[in-house]
């Protein structure tokens, strides 16, 4: 009797063991399917429409013209001016949390915080951008307040970022720098950050994707001109970037080919940004093994 209720019990077990293995494997081809079918829609309706008169001209009304040269340089300057902002506050507040900050309580407040910033809808970041930079500021609708918005945005992934990079460097390390003489600053230089650099890097390359793929907070903040001009011209003026771009040519103007052109850019953007984030990582990997 033992031995036949050990045998149905085996045969159960085998049953929801193959049950779960085929959800999971249906689960992941559902993900892998849909990922594909929407790489491979928005690439096949948008690259034949990208044309190189529509990647090096502005638009012109007169003309009935339409060009993204401006829109792309936009994106260029708002990300460059956010990466310059977020990085240092980043990974310097990371720093301060994991290795100088000794009140626990403190620390767990601000990671709880982090946390919850990183969980708020980008359109309320939007809201509050557009009155405290553009209003209270003082900078009106320009890239500058759109980029001081995307700094609070990404500031929370950034430190949380950097503090698990920085938590995965073992504790021994730490010690034995000290043990040589190392001071806190030298010993974090020299030890811990080249120790967590591929994940520093990598949290900081992917959240180029995010800044790439923002519109909802700079529709506020930035605006939707397109005017061209150098950095620090466009800094201190309106200007659409890529994102927002394509929801004014889609939603406003009716222009599907042109709005599925900059959505084939961005996917193309995203790829590249994914596909470098990871090649980073694993060269630091193989860095650190040798």
Known sequence: MNTELKGKMKKSRKAYITFMKSGMLLCTALVAALT???ILYILIKGVPNITWELLSTKPSYISDRIGILPDILNTLYIVITTLIIVIPLGVGAAIYLTE?????KIVAAIEFAAETLSGIPSI???????????QFMGLKTSLIAGSLTLV????PNVMRTTQESLKTVPQSYREGAFGLGAGKWRMIRTVVL????????TGCILSIGRILGESAAL???????HAMGNMFEALTSPGATLTVALYVYAKEQGEFEVAFAIAAILMILTLIINFSATLV??????????
């Open 36 to 38: 594909l079918f929407l």
């Open 100 to 104: 100088y900050a000794k009140n626990k």
């Open 124 to 134: 309320i970041y939007g809201l509050v951008g557009m009155f405290f930079f553009c």
């Open 152 to 155: 609070i945005m990404n500031l």
């Open 194 to 201: 080249p120790g967590c650099v591929d994940g520093v890097i």
């Open 219 to 225: 529709l506020f903040t930035a605006g939707f001109a």
């Open 281 to 290: 990582q694993k060269y630091f990997e193989k860095r650190r093994k040798v």
